[in-house]
């Protein structure tokens, strides 16, 4: 059974950092690209940031703020978040997918989401 566990979320001011965490289980972790996505309320859920063999991508809205990376060894991928912003407010999930590629509907797997909130 698969499973994707986030963790690290959590309330911070504008300008502040986060890691969050996606630990992942039951699969064979280092074959699939890995990826974080974020619903913001009223919102669809977006694409931010994704890894895999072929490298590291990231939403326009994002780039030069956070950092994907991830640990084979210890079957885990990260987001690293800094500069945040009140438009960074959402519920942040991690998706894996034997597929490359930002669109939603490639991605098998999805843990439960961890909340982010950036006051002003």
């Known amino acids: 059974q698969v499973q994707l566990v986030e963790s690290g979320g959590g309330l911070v001011q504008a300008g502040g950092s986060l890691r969050l965490s996606c630990a992942a289980s039951?699969?064979?972790?280092?074959?699939?690209?890995m990826g974080w996505f974020r619903q913001a309320p009223e919102k669809e859920r977006e694409f931010v940031a994704r890894?895999?063999?072929?490298?590291?991508y990231y939403v326009d809205a994002v780039k030069g703020r956070f950092t994907i990376s991830r640990d084979n060894a210890e079957n885990t991928v990260y987001l690293r978040m800094n500069s945040l912003k009140p438009e960074d407010t959402a519920v942040y999930y991690c998706?894996?997918?034997?597929?490359?590629?930002?669109?939603?509907?490639?991605?098998?797997?999805w843990g439960q989401g961890t909340q982010v909130t950036v006051s002003s």
């Open positions: 998706a894996a997918s034997l597929r490359g590629g930002s669109v939603e509907s490639y991605y098998n797997y």
């Open positions: 039951g699969l064979t972790f280092s074959t699939y690209n």
């Open positions: 890894i895999n063999w072929s490298g590291k």
